[in-house]
């Protein structure tokens, strides 16, 4: 068998269809695990964690021990890039990340040839888990599309609008494309790195694809994305991508016809009808149950996975949330929608 056959998931990325969908779930370490809430105390603040190779790769294993997923994802957090480039960031209790904002001249301040040291511990993280992690399971290393993470970089915290960084895109352009151009830069170099040390495949989070008109989603979402999978294609020219724009709706085709993404992330909003009629039947998608309903379990969540199994039926197909899992969620449920998606 060729290595791709030992992996379902990496394979369905390539575009061969399983005959079950192999399943992750997005934001699978973390706080709705016990032993994870243990590891984070040793670890002192979040970035420590991130930038510990042992207990990276102790929490990133966490949900495998428990759940028969088809992959890991690295440990890490789309912040680690400003992070890396000068931008300090720091995670309060129940606040989560806080950043000094920068501004036009705060982004040439920025420092892109601190960036891979910083990052160091990262990669030694994905290189202890190629070692460790069984041959079968996909192994996901990720970074944030640099639209997704300027909107943090730019407001200094999350916010419901990113209406700061809309607004900076329009007044100051040519600052915004030289932190475009940074973050760009930046994140092709990390994720050539990550897929040197062993990462199978890739995924660009761009979380905030939303709130934008027609020029904007081009030159904001599609133009980074596209550009950095063109420059991980001419360090490694195989690189497999799947591209996550959250909330891009009538822009996902889009989307996947220019970014030259392998698979393409769906959020739970995006109707399973449109999956049928508005994305190529070969094009492979993951997704996109609603987190709300793993919360919540019982019929409200099994109904919902059966006919996102069913809409995806013909297509290669990876299982996913439509967003990340949540604190609350019950372990019970998670259990309870492997064996759903495994089994049927
Ligand atoms: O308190 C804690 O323990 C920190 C909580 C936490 C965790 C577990 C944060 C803070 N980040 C992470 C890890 C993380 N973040 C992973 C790896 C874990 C895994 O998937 O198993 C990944 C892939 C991310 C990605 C990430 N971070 C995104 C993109 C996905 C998404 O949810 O849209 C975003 C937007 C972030 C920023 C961030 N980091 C942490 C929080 C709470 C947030 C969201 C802030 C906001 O809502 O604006």
């Known amino acids: 068998m060729s290595p791709v056959a030992h992996k379902p998931l990496l394979a369905t990325v390539l575009g061969q269809r399983q005959e079950r969908p192999p399943v992750w779930i997005m934001r699978q370490a973390g706080r709705y695990l016990p032993e994870y809430r243990e590891t984070r105390k040793q670890a002192g603040n979040f970035l420590d964690l991130c930038y510990t190779p042992e207990l990276a790769v102790e929490v990133t294993l966490q949900p495998l021990r428990r759940f028969d997923l088809d992959a890991a994802i690295l440990f890490s957090d789309i912040l680690v890039i400003p992070d890396a480039l000068g931008q300090p960031v720091r995670f309060e209790t129940g606040e989560g990340p806080l950043l000094e904002p920068v501004d036009v001249a705060g982004i040439d301040r920025l420092d892109r040839a601190r960036a891979a040291d910083h990052l160091a511990p990262v990669i ?3 290189r202890r888990l190629r070692a460790t992690l069984p ?27 990113q ?20 973050l760009v830069e930046t994140s092709v170099n990390y994720l050539a790195a990550q897929l040197e040390a062993g990462a199978d495949v890739v995924q660009i989070f761009e979380s905030w694809a939303l709130n934008l008109d027609d020029a904007a989603f081009a030159r904001q979402v599609i133009e980074p994305n596209r550009r950095i999978v063109e420059g991980l294609r001419r360090i490694i020219p195989d690189a497999p991508v799947i591209g996550f724009p959250r909330g891009a709706a009538g822009n996902l085709a889009r989307f996947a016809a220019n970014t030259g993404v392998n698979a393409l992330g769906i959020d739970y ?15 492979p998608v993951q997704g996109n149950l609603d987190p709300l309903r793993l919360v919540v379990g019982g019929e409200a969540m099994d109904n919902q996975v059966r006919a996102i199994l069913e809409a995806c039926a013909g297509r ?4 996913n949330l439509g967003h990340g899992i949540v604190p609350d969620t019950p372990i019970a449920h998670v259990e ?9």
Not at 140 to 147: D, K, L, N, R, Y
């Open 124 to 126: 030694e993280t994905v």
């Open 135 to 161: 041959a079968e399971k996909t192994l996901i290393g990720f970074c944030g599309a640099p639209w997704t993470v300027a909107t943090y970089m730019l407001n200094g915290r999350g916010s419901p609008d």
């Open 163 to 182: 209406w700061t960084a809309r607004r900076f895109a329009l007044e100051h352009p040519a600052a915004f494309e030289r932190l475009m151009d940074i």
């Open 269 to 283: 909003s995006t109707p399973l009808d449109f999956i049928r009629t508005h994305l190529p039947p070969d094009l």
């Open 316 to 319: 290669p197909h990876i299982f």
């Open 336 to 344: 309870r929608l492997i064996a759903l998606v495994k089994e049927g």
